[in-house]
Nanobody
Framework: QVQLAESGGGSVQAGGSLRLSCAAS????????MAWFRQAPGKERDWVAC????????AYADSVKGRFTISQDNAKNTLYLQMNNLKPEDTAMYYC???????????????WGQGTQVTVSS
């Protein structure tokens, strides 16, 4: 069983930055890939970025490419999402997910954290 716990959310003004963290249980092949998703009120949960833990390969949604960076600290079993130049449309609950593969559909991911709220004001 993979356990995930997000932190680091908060309220910022447009143009600001935040760094989200996701503390994960000890590595297993069940969390070979880790990702960030976000869900705004009344909207579907959207894929933001994915990282393959063994290779460090990353992928991003077009909406965040060039502004967000996904990374990991293997020694701390922690996944990060550095978010720069935040926009009001980035406001959402952000979730960390883990599974064997990098899927863009949230229904394919087995393991989830509880989420952390990000609010960006204009």
């Amino acid at each position: 069983q993979v356990q995930l716990a997000e932190s680091g959310g908060g309220s910022v003004q447009a143009g600001g930055s935040l760094r989200l963290s996701c503390a994960a249980s000890v590595y297993t092949s069940s969390r070979e890939n880790m990702a960030w998703f976000r869900q705004a009120p009344g909207k579907e949960r959207d894929w933001v970025a994915c990282l393959t833990t063994s290779s460090g390969n990353t992928a991003y949604a077009d909406s965040v490419k060039g502004r967000f960076t996904i990374s990991q600290d293997n020694a701390k079993n922690t996944l990060y999402l550095q978010m720069n130049n935040l926009k009001p449309e980035d406001t959402a609950m952000y979730y960390c997910a883990a599974d064997r593969h990098c899927y863009t559909l949230p229904t394919n991911w087995r393991y989830w954290g509880q989420g952390t709220q990000v609010t960006v004001s204009s």
